[in-house]
């Protein structure tokens, strides 16, 4: 079990007010991620659900369970640190045992526990060294293990892939996916990464300065982000944000294209424009193109084989079914 | 452009280096060579450097006259209990300011430090009457508790830094698996800052090895440690520089030699968050 719910939650350091009143229902098995931009929020809302920040005021329950006052450990929860958060003096098996050992579990149950988590994470080789002596990925799954051996109600992630280098990043993301999966357990994972947001998550949560933006799946944000800010963060790369005549045009303030709903041509369109730097990625060609009135530059997605350079101009053509339209309080209008 | 250090550059470092440290060091080695010499050479004019006949008489009279072996256990039992004690108190006191600090915790700092900046002299008067009162007088008990009041600034100091350099998420990691506050200390904090802690233990050793002045004031016979052994040798009439350098010699060397296997251990201690 591990149904997470948030009723009416605040937290205040001093006089700023970092998260205004909030509600959230996490259901239980949901792989829930918290996305936004540096500073909106989303790791301190994870710790205030860790218990390692009190909330200013509200009510958080755990398996309907009133959880506001209780300590860290006594709400069932298991967390993963950015920094890995690994005890330097101790080896890979004893890291691993603190939480069982903290519990007083019995020292045949903790062998057997620990010998499971070490198999699926790969580290039965690695168990009698010391975290300095391994490398990032594998301390990653250190602190892995070290989570899922207290078999909890619920995981807590906080930005855990962001210290690995990309290749690895990739690899790992595939690991707690799979993991998911495999446990059926919840989890929250905290990122700024929007990619990692929409590959790992049953269920973003869009924050911005403390305020939920939305809350959907990752198609339900991608297809009809509630407002500007979603469509600006959801997708890669970003959609692109037309203000001025084109938007009057739809009757609109703004209106929105992801780059991957625009056609390009070098003989006709719709718009026309001019080649700024295009990026060939072999599978695709990112184009970013100047002259646009309303949005410069403008991106578009097109397919790896086009021959466009520096300089040379361009047609775009939206296509109609996917143009997104936001009125002037940035809220999109259907 | 990194600054181009030339040999001769090194050389003249090397050498200043070298003159201040035989600077510092020549009142002990003075100390220990008059401590071989005779009462007659030892006050000899001009001084004589090397060139006398060596002798063991000082130290024998010395050990003759008074028991060295209670001095020395006085000083071990002093200088360890007020270290180890303070250690104990220290170590929740900088635990609380490196991990949870308030808006005054700097502040509180600051006035620990500035006890140490008052004259000792100046509350002679009531912590006499104080130790009269509770018979506390030429006790060890009583010197290991205000040797562990004297230095306790510096090592709540000295660990508070050592406890800063150790990362937060380590002992929240800590806090989620469950550990209470007593299991954070014992199994996280403490293994992590041991070295931190054994170079604390080290310069408070030392530093309550040497202390005089209340050491001096406190104790009579009973307790007293070296360096009222020390003290014992100093008259103002008679001849008595060679016996006095010997007492001297015999009460530093203990803590020369600890200072000398451990000097490693000492200077990364002091040097501790200030290089990287």
Excluded at chain 1, 248 to 271: C, F, M, Q
Excluded at chain 2, 77 to 88: E, W
Aim: aromatic share 8%; glycine share 8%; with cysteine.
């Amino acid at each position: 079990m591990g149904q997470i719910q948030l009723t009416q939650v605040t937290k205040s350091f001093g006089d700023v007010n970092v998260i205004p009143p909030l509600d959230l229902t996490i259901q239980d098995g949901e792989f829930t991620v918290f996305v936004g931009p540096s500073g909106c929020g989303k790791s301190t809302l994870l710790r205030l659900i860790a218990g390692l920040e009190d909330i200013t005021s509200g009510q958080i329950q755990i398996d309907g369970q009133d959880a506001t006052n209780l300590p860290p450990a006594k709400r069932g929860l298991a967390m993963v640190f950015q920094s890995y958060a690994l005890y330097p003096h101790m080896s890979v098996k004893k890291n691993i045992a603190f939480p069982l050992k903290m519990a007083g579990m019995e020292e045949a149950e903790q062998e057997r526990r620990i010998a499971a988590a070490a198999k699926a994470l790969n580290l039965t080789d690695y168990l009698d060294r010391r975290p300095g002596q391994l490398s990032g990925g594998q301390r990653q799954r250190v602190a892995i293990g070290r989570a899922i051996v207290r078999e909890p109600s619920a995981f807590l992630f906080d930005e855990p892939l962001s210290n690995l280098d990309a290749a690895l990043r990739v690899g790992m993301r595939l690991e707690i996916s799979e993991m998911h999966k495999r446990l059926e357990t919840t989890m929250i994972y905290v990122t700024h990464d929007q990619v990692e947001a929409m590959t790992m998550a049953d269920k973003i949560v869009v924050l911005q300065a403390g305020v939920i933006e939305q809350v959907g799946s990752p198609l339900e944000l991608y297809r009809a982000p509630r407002n500007k800010f979603v469509a600006g963060f959801i997708g890669s790369p970003k959609m692109n944000l037309i203000e001025g005549e084109l938007a009057a045009k739809h009757g609109v303030h703004t209106i929105g294209i992801r780059p991957e709903h625009t056609d390009v041509s070098t003989t006709d369109g719709l718009w026309k424009g001019t080649v700024g730097v295009a990026e060939h990625l072999g599978s695709d060609t990112f184009i970013h193109i100047h002259g646009i009135p309303g949005c410069d530059p403008l991106t578009v997605r097109a397919g790896g084989d086009i021959d466009v350079k520096h300089g040379d101009t361009v047609y775009l053509t939206p296509q109609e079914q996917h143009i997104h339209k936001f009125g002037p309080d940035g809220l999109r209008v259907e | 452009m990194a600054r181009a250090v030339t040999n001769q550059r090194k050389a003249i470092n090397t050498a200043a280096a070298w003159i201040v440290g035989l600077l510092i060091f020549f009142p002990i080695l003075w100390t220990i060579l008059t401590s071989f010499k005779t009462e007659a050479v030892a006050i000899a004019d001009p001084p004589v450097f090397l060139g006398f006949d060596w002798t063991l008489e000082n130290y024998r009279t010395v050990l003759e006259r008074s028991n060295y072996a209670r001095f020395l256990w006085n000083s071990i039992i002093i200088a360890g209990g007020s270290t180890v004690l303070g250690i104990i108190v220290a170590v929740p006191a900088a635990w609380s300011m490196a991990f949870v600090p308030s808006n005054r915790t700097k502040d509180i700092l600051l006035w620990m430090l500035s006890t140490k900046m008052l004259p000792a002299v100046g509350v002679l008067y009531p912590i006499y009457l104080i130790f009269i009162n509770l018979g506390l007088l030429d006790s060890r008990l009583g010197l290991v508790v205000v040797l562990m009041l004297i230095n306790l600034p510096i090592i709540v100091w000295m660990l508070y830094t050592y406890f800063k350099e150790i990362p937060v998420d380590i002992l929240e990691a800590g806090r989620m698996d469950g550990a209470s506050l007593k299991d954070e200390i014992i199994y996280i904090l403490t293994p992590m800052a041991i070295p931190g802690i054994a170079s604390t233990l080290l310069l408070n050793f030392i530093l309550a090895w040497n202390e005089a002045f209340w050491t001096l004031n406190l104790t009579a016979a009973k307790a007293a440690p070296l360096t009222a052994f020390i003290a014992s040798y100093s008259s103002p009439e008679g001849l008595f520089y060679a016996k006095l350098s010997a007492a001297s010699t015999m009460a530093i060397a203990p803590i020369l030699i600890l200072g000398w296997f451990s000097q490693k251990q000492l200077v990364s201690g002091l040097t501790f968050g200030a290089v990287k």
